[in-house]
């Protein structure tokens, strides 16, 4: 009997044969997987790579002066200066980048209430005879009760050079105070109608007892900046800024609770106020992750113009009724210095 074309060693051969391409198809098959596996892994984190989450977190001071202004023709009668010298605050920021250059920053700050100075109200109520000396003064203790800031920005970050980007950016801020004037002192004089004597320190020091006036200020505003950012060998990185606005307005509410048969209340309305801000920081990073930065900004508010309307407030009286409206008869200015101390982390 002639033997098989496939004899045993030949069925060997191919069974061999067989398992080797079984194995290289799997072997295959595994390359292909990882590699799939591989490719889709870098994909991901290159999606994920095109935006860079932030969040920051920072304790500072601010100290500052707000100003109260009462108008009558142009003309100031009355001026209350109401500190925050200074306050202490803490923040949260979250700042969301992305590698072509867009970048979107929300920046919430709440100070701790407390005693921030002494508050001074000043009138000048001999300025219908051309008068613009000082006639009354009170001094009281003045009490940060809420400062509470919110800022978001949007904008492009432009790269210069190898270590500099310019960075156009829009923003909208918040801003809400209020504070309390308690205890202390006023020298008013004698007279009960102008023309007054004008004041003098040396007049007697009549006591105020408890809380006489609360004052709230809350500030809304569109604006436009430019930041320069670079860094500094390794490490450092600095970033300067300068943003403007000619559209504040602000809300205005002045209770004065004098502990009498009627209470009166003001409200202001007040408009096209011009903003301006400086600010600067210098960051070290830590890690590839973590950064460490020392903050600076100085925000001015001024020009503010509107219309006061008066609500007497008494058990005799219906609640909100509006006494009288004067037009352009009240202001007000705000000024603050923010120095911080703040840590980022790169999530």
Request: proline fraction near 5%; charged fraction near 20%; glycine fraction near 8%.
């Amino acid at each position: 009997m002639q033997p098989s074309a496939f004899d045993s060693t030949s069925r060997f051969r191919y069974g061999e044969g067989m398992r080797c391409v079984s194995a290289a198809r799997r072997s295959l098959a595994r390359v292909l997987a990882c590699t799939a596996l591989l490719a889709a892994t870098r994909a991901s984190a290159a999606n994920t790579e095109r935006f860079s989450l932030e969040i920051q977190s920072r304790v500072g001071v601010q100290i500052g002066l707000a100003r109260e202004l009462v108008y009558s023709g142009g003309t100031t009668i009355s001026e209350l200066l109401w500190p925050f010298q200074p306050v202490l605050y803490v923040g949260t920021a979250l700042e969301l980048r992305s590698r072509f250059g867009l970048f979107v920053l929300l920046d919430a700050r709440s100070a701790f209430p407390g005693r921030s100075g002494a508050m001074e109200n000043s009138d000048y109520l001999n300025y219908e005879l051309g008068d613009l000396r000082r006639t009354h003064y009170s001094r009281q203790d003045c009490y940060t009760e809420r400062a509470v800031t919110l800022d978001v920005q949007a904008g492009w970050s432009f790269h210069l050079a190898r270590q500099l980007h310019l960075e156009p950016f829009l923003a909208f801020g918040l801003m809400q105070y209020k504070w309390t004037a308690r205890d202390g002192y006023f020298q008013y004089p004698t007279q009960t109608g102008p023309p007054y004597d004008s004041w003098d320190p040396a007049w007697a020091k009549v006591p105020i007892s408890g809380t006489s006036i609360i004052y709230q200020q809350t500030y809304l505003f569109p604006a436009a900046g430019l930041a320069l950012e670079t860094t500094l060998g390794e490490r450092f990185e600095a970033r300067l800024s300068f943003s403007v606005s000619p559209l504040v307005f602000c809300r205005g509410l002045d209770n004065h609770v004098q502990r009498t048969a009627v209470d009166t209340d003001y409200y202001d309305s007040l408009r096209f106020g011009l903003l301006l801000e400086p600010a600067a920081s210098l960051g070290l990073s830590l890690n590839q992750r973590a950064r460490l930065s020392l903050e600076a900004s100085y925000r001015r508010i001024s020009g503010l113009l509107g219309d006061t309307a008066v609500v007497p407030a008494g058990p005799s009286l219906p609640p909100g009724q509006v006494s009288a409206t004067y037009k352009d008869g009240a202001g007000a200015s705000y000024d603050a210095l923010s120095l911080a101390l703040a840590i980022a982390i790169r999530l």
